[in-house]
């Protein structure tokens, strides 16, 4: 009977261990397997994984290419079409805050600012805060009598 405690490995499946440093009775004395000279022959040999032994590396061999604006400002976005599944779903307080929004599970980081965007539709009246919102969504909110404050 095959108990947890009494599993083994199958007849030949496994390489058995090199036993390096154990002396030249092991078979892989002297070098320990290690070759003759050279940096990984030496004690103590540790490079970045990166490393290609002084040839020109990745990373410099490969052209660049594009632009990374340091200044751009990271946004978490809702759209309209959310805030309008969301206004079905449950009843709103008088104005909705970052706040709510975060315990209805629709913000992931409260560190990011939130933006409105217009994508759908809306038919709820909504009054909202928000750091920024777009153009349409904007439009869209004041269209059902909804108002914005940003914050």
Known sequence: MDVLSN???AKGSRKPRKRIGRGEGSGHG??????MNGQHSRSGAN????????QMPLQRRIPKF????????EFQIINVSDLQKWAEKSSLPAVVTLEDLQKL??????TLPLKILG???LKAKLSLEANAVSKSAQAK???VGGSIKLV
Not at 47 to 54: D, I, L, N, P, S
Not at 66 to 73: H, Q, S
């Open 7 to 9: 599993l083994k490995y």
């Open 30 to 35: 002297g070098t320990s397997t290690k070759g």
């Open 47 to 54: 490079f970045r994984a990166w490393f290609e032994g002084g």
């Open 66 to 73: 594009g632009f990374t604006n340091t200044f751009k400002k």
């Open 105 to 110: 599970g629709l913000l992931s980081s409260k």
């Open 119 to 121: 994508n759908g539709e």
């Open 141 to 143: 909110i004041e269209a």
